[in-house]
């Protein structure tokens, strides 16, 4: 097997490379480039502008294969649209309020020998964070922040990161992008595709083939089912990105673990929300029936987390030929950290992001939560070719994204990992089709318009959104339902009966 590395800076036949797409179909995409979209030391516009492209391509793709009318549909990829949607959740408003962003004890902290990065905004993981410093966990914030502080600038930003960790809770050190290159995970990391692709072992379905697309807006994912067992902010943007496209997506959550109500909305408008508890012998059971007439499940749980009620690829395929598995994880399958429970902040910590777009003495953010939009947007697009190649074999597929390895694509650190699981396919380092220079990109104002957010009423009260990035000539360009209530759905298929 031979071995390609991936250009330096993030493109879009990079990442259709990375997705075993057809090289000529990267013409079919077209970019309006705005000045001052996703401004960082780090080529953030181009990766973003590259995920979106590469999940629009797909979709355009699998309408064409689909039966549509036509050549693959002409796509065009908008700075200005990307940029405001890799910030969704910034400009949500909910009934006129703007959304809850990080926690009290999601930040930085300065500890004796360099800085730590927390992320406490779930209940739970606030506990855990306090519980493992020593703190009593029904510290008021005001007073946490002031005792955390004060415990952490006495401890090595390594050993709270153990310490915090064993736990259970979230808690990285910042490091360089050397120390992450040289850091286990960071050499399992650099190791992987940029999308992890095989196909699942079992007899092809030749049953269940999708129809022709009809009506308008184009759907090409109208009629496929959906099962959504992701959370936060990068799976759910991927599944957001099939629901727009006509996928009767259904979230499935624990009881137990509700999600963040604003973030929820965020990422909710398409979808239906359904909460099932999978150790219940009822929830098991409802659950195995949606696997039978499912057509993709989406997981973004830490590897293994959901192994035990069969939620492992091989499992699933087993009971359902010609599904495709896709899956989402922070730090990846492989290394010393793939089971640690991980976010986009704790990844750019870890990798050597912080202290590019800031310093070792200050660390410093993307301009937006690109490893998550972005992964989101590259997981949708290995579903959607997924599906495509599925409708020619009828055979089942997985597909895999983490984004600890999109942020070893933005940052340049690619050691010579294949762009193709199981295939030495060439990547170009040919910039890509041709490119309209449109006017600046100017972010939303409060009070302001923007042509990239619209609003409309729903369960949630009025709302205010940004407008999906992905587009394509007679495609979808807004989601067809807004979020509902987070956990109230029946666990059936749209359409079935009750």
Known sequence: ??????????????????????????????????????????????????????????AAELAAERGAPGPVPAVEVDDGAVATSFVSERHLRVGGR???????????????????RTHANYPHHRTRLLTALGLPADTADEDAVERVAQVLARSSAPG????????????????????????PQGAAVAGLPLVERAVLPGRPDGSRPLPPPDGVPLLPAAGVRVLDLTRVIAGPVATRTLALLGADVLRIDSPELPELPDQ????????????????????????DALVERADVVVTGYRPGCLDRFGVDPAALAARRPGLVVARLSAWGPSGPWARRRGFDSLVQAACGIAVTTGSPERPGALPAQALDHGSGHLLAAGVLRALTLRQRDGAGRSVGVCLARTAAWL????????????????????????????????????????????????????????????????????????????????????????
């Not at 709270?160 to 850091?183: F, K, N, S």
């Open 160 to 183: 709270a990161e153990e310490t915090v960790y064993a736990a259970g809770g979230l808690a990285v050190a910042l490091r360089t992008p050397a120390a992450w290159a040289a850091h």
């Open 98 to 116: 703007a959304p809850v962003a990080f926690a009290p004890l999601s930040r930085w902290w300065r500890t004796a020998d360099g800085w730590l």
């Open 264 to 287: 929820y909305v965020d990422t909710g408008f398409g979808k239906r929300s359904t909460a099932l508890d999978l150790a219940s012998p009822s929830g098991r059971r409802t659950f």
């Open 411 to 498: 940052t340049g650190i690619d050691t010579g990992a294949d762009a193709v699981a199981g295939a030495g396919a060439v990547a170009t380092t040919d910039p890509g089709p041709s490119r309209t220079v449109g006017a600046p990109y100017r972010p939303q104002t409060p009070g302001g318009t923007d042509r990239w957010l619209t609003e409309r009423d729903g369960p949630h009260g009025r709302l205010r959104y940004a407008l999906p990035p992905v587009r394509f000539a007679g495609g979808p360009t807004d989601w067809a339902t807004p979020p509902g209530p987070w956990g109230t759905d029946p666990a059936r298929w749209r359409g079935d009966p009750a």
């Open 1 to 58: 097997m031979t071995h390609e590395a991936l250009p330096t800076a993030p493109d879009l036949r990079s990442a259709w490379t990375a997705l075993g797409g057809d090289p000529a179909l990267p013409s079919r995409v077209g970019t309006v480039v705005r000045a001052g979209a996703l401004p960082s030391p780090l080529p953030v516009r181009e990766l973003a502008r590259a995920c979106v492209g590469a999940a629009s391509l797909a």
